[in-house]
């Protein structure tokens, strides 16, 4: 099931839990492994989009993000090795693995896509494209 999260007149975003078309790209990956659907801010203004992504023990090396298409992928992994010295004697980490997608409109511009990761928070800034963006028009007096 898909929901879609409106911004405005248009539908800017829509995601996708891992369920029909994130199990298909998992198996197309060859990560067939099951994952948890980070829960996920959006927020827009008049350039773009920006997600917040939740993250925690994902290091930036184990993060992988995507555009497969009209597609954005979001998977990372979460480390679970205990520091030298110490050994887990309860972990109630079941799934190590992330996994999440967004379905673009085609008011945003993927090419434009810049991400950081912080405090186990993904923040994706997505530019919409130029025709999207609201321009001032100049009155001519004659």
């Known amino acids: ?27 197309a990956s060859g ?5 948890i659907v980070p829960r996920v801010d959006v927020l827009e203004d ?25 597609t954005l992928w979001i998977e990372g992994t979460v480390d679970t090795q205990a520091p030298d010295g110490l050994a887990p004697v309860h972990m109630e980490l079941r799934v190590p693995r992330y996994r999440r997608a967004f379905t673009l409109s ?9 991400a950081s990761l912080k405090d186990g928070v993904l923040n994706l800034r997505i530019p919409k494209q130029a025709h999207a963006q609201p321009r001032r028009i100049q009155v001519q007096v004659h």
């Open 46 to 70: 008049q350039t773009g989009i920006t997600v917040l992504a939740d993250l925690p023990g994902v290091r930036r090396d184990q993060l992988d993000l995507k555009v497969d298409g009209d």
């Open 31 to 35: 990560k067939d492994s099951p994952a």
């Open 1 to 27: 099931m898909s929901t879609q999260l409106q911004t405005g007149q248009n539908t800017a975003v829509a995601t996708t839990p891992s369920t029909a078309k994130a199990g298909q790209h998992a198996a």
């Open 106 to 114: 085609r008011e945003l511009d993927p090419s434009g896509i810049q």
